[in-house]
């Protein structure tokens, strides 16, 4: 817990320094081309991006136990509140993504570690190799291309109903699913190797029972880490799917917040995505305890 909370000050410390090395001058994002130098200085002095670096660091500091990320340049609300408007529907394309990609994960593993070489474990190996090297955003376009423009099934852009939800979900499903796979197939592999599974067995014990009481409990721990992997990719590597689906969601919100140089919600958006990484993976560590006795014993 020590060591994260020293990680998460790094990365506040990392933000905020990159940010103000990128090019471009918020305040002439926020004004029209012809603007003149009395007019930037005046949304400078309103941005705070006129103070010295050391101020400016200060100012966001000091706001961050209390929760206040600033005042975004472009939309004139607090920062906080304006992703939180948002997060809802990120949640809910991150969380439906991740149903998606471990429902056909563990099943397809699971079948092609029973049956090795069978159909399932060719059409599993398949899958898994064209959303590993598929980009996300192609994936996007055809999905959108056949299911939306040809066929009219669901909406291409925008979020109006669960119909609008399918497609992109399908999409991020597609990128995190392939290590699901590969994993749980590798490890249940291995699980339906070892003696106890051999005893059991002999034992008279069902296949069915013995798959999934037996060897996936043991076979889980390595899909527990790469779970909370694509958790912490989920909610911070949307941003190419909400942009291909016009997506409302903080994806969205963070690239519209680049293009205008709006340093207080890209600070914070990058800050809260990497805090709930590390809480993520903390509860991971904690959850091994609790799947895995000989780590109880150990400790």
């Known amino acids: 817990m020590l060591q994260n909370l020293v990680l998460i ?19 002439r994002m926020s004004t029209p081309v012809f603007a003149s130098d009395e ?13 010295p670096l050391t101020a ?9 136990p209390k929760g206040d990320f600033g005042t975004s340049f472009r939309y004139q609300e607090p920062v906080f509140s304006l992703i939180w ?18 429902v056909f994960a563990l099943i397809v593993g699971i ?62 499903a597609l990128a995190v699913m392939p290590a699901d796979l590969r994993v749980i197939r590798a490890s249940m592999m291995d699980a339906l190797n070892q003696d106890y599974i051999r005893t059991a ?35 911070g590597g949307t941003i190419v799917t909400e942009v291909v689906f016009n997506y409302p969601g903080v994806g969205q919100l963070a690239i519209d917040s680049v293009n205008a140089r709006d340093y207080p919600v890209i600070q914070a958006i990058t800050i809260l995505t990497a805090m709930v ?19 109880r014993i150990e400790a």
């Open 9 to 27: 000050v790094v990365i506040v410390l990392a933000v905020f320094i990159l940010m103000r090395l990128t090019a471009g001058d918020p305040a």
């Open 39 to 51: 007019i930037l200085q005046t949304y400078r002095e309103q941005f705070g991006t006129d103070k």
């Open 56 to 64: 400016q660091l200060w100012d966001f500091v000091s706001g961050l």
């Open 85 to 102: 408007q948002r997060v809802p529907e990120t949640l809910l394309l991150a969380f439906t993504a991740l149903v998606l990609a471990l």
């Open 111 to 172: 079948a092609g570690a029973r049956w090795p070489g069978s159909w399932i474990d060719r059409f599993g190996i398949a899958a898994s190799t064209f959303g590993q090297s598929a980009p996300t955003f192609w994936i996007g376009l055809m999905l959108v291309l056949i299911f939306s423009v040809n066929l009219g099934w669901f909406p291409a852009v925008g979020f109006t109903g669960w119909k609008s939800l399918v497609l992109p979900a399908i999409a991020v």
């Open 201 to 235: 067995r002999a034992f008279g014990v069902s296949e069915a029972r013995i798959t999934l009481f037996y060897a996936l409990r043991n076979a889980a721990l390595p899909l527990v880490t790469v779970v909370g992997i694509d958790l912490g990719y989920l909610l």
């Open 277 to 295: 990484f590390v809480f993520v993976n903390l509860v991971i560590d904690l959850l091994y305890m609790a799947l895995d006795p000989r780590i």
